[in-house]
């Protein structure tokens, strides 16, 4: 992705903006995209661990 991007942004620009430019949208499309997965996971976790305090002192057996 950096290199063609790099590549399409050099024919236009000069290499050191196109350069700078393609870094800087891979690193945030990357972070973005890290994030998107934390909170996900965060969501998840948080989710399972209110199920488990709320059903904490649940009989599951009836006795």
């Known amino acids: 992705m950096f290199y063609l ?3 399409s942004l050099s024919e236009q620009i000069p290499f050191y903006t196109a350069y700078l430019i393609a870094a800087l949208a ?14 996900g ?7 399972v661990a ?3 305090f709320l059903t904490r002192k649940l009989d599951w057996y009836g006795e």
């Open 26 to 39: 891979v690193t945030i499309m990357m972070t973005l995209y890290s994030r998107s997965l934390l909170i």
């Open 41 to 47: 996971s965060i969501g998840s976790f948080v989710v």
């Open 50 to 52: 209110l199920i488990m």
């Open 5 to 7: 991007l790099l590549l």
